[in-house]
């Protein structure tokens, strides 16, 4: 499930909760490196896998996530080859890559108590680079080649947008185009994943081949669990001019 509400007390409940793994979501979330840094810590210890997501694909981020400890990745907006490389470089040291050397100072190597992490870090980190994009969808079996990509991600929610099919991620084109992702993944030899909230949805995809999945989100589950305490115990406001208008920002 995403974790996307920037707690670490909500982290540390969904690392309890038997799920199998968690997306700490810093691009549509309201998470910042020391916040991301605090949910790592109360996820840890449980049996539970941790994939981060950056804003953007940026060497820069990468490199301060990697040095908080982040080992899997979830890259978003890769649509391209270069992209995938870009991001499977800023991951590695030289001559590898272009990770910045700042070991004695992160957490990552617990400040230089790993005997070689420097040799051994490109071996415990995980790429998962994310398809949500026509153009994407359509390199998408010269992004799996790319050396260093561990797996895949399709979000079908972008994906729709950028098809001219806004909002529409059960849209027939849209569950096509996923699962062409899916069957190139298959064939390459590569896990890959999706998100689905609708449970018919999430049950199709595993059939056609995802290795894992996204079914809810923190911040979900608790907006549509208050809307439903509110629903059965508080009667809907009614003014002479018809129900109550909801609050805008």
Known sequence: MWICSGSPLVAEICAGS???????????????????????????????????????????????????GVQNLLIPMVNSVDDARAAVAATRYPPEGVRG???????????????????????TISVTVQIESAAAVEAVEDILAVDGVDAIFVGPSDLASSMGLLGQQEHPDVRAAVGH????????GTPAGVNAF??????????????????GADVALLARGSE??????????VSDDGPTPPVSY
């Open 198 to 215: 609708n449970p018919t949805t999430a049950r199709h995809y595993l059939d056609a081949g995802a290795r894992f999945i996204l079914v």
């Open 101 to 123: 050397v700042g070991s004695a100072l992160a957490r990552a190597a617990r400040w230089n108590r790993i005997p070689d992490y420097l040799g051994s870090a490109a071996g």
């Open 18 to 68: 038997g799920l199998d793994w968690l997306l700490v979501d810093a691009e549509h979330s309201p998470n910042g490196l020391e916040s991301i840094l605090a949910q790592l810590q109360a996820i840890h210890g449980h049996p539970v896998q941790t994939l981060v997501r950056p804003p953007v694909n940026d060497t820069v981020l990468i490199k301060q996530y990697l040095d908080l």
């Open 181 to 188: 992702c899916l069957t190139a993944a298959s064939k390459a």
């Open 228 to 237: 439903a305490l509110a629903s059965e115990f508080i009667p809907p406001a």
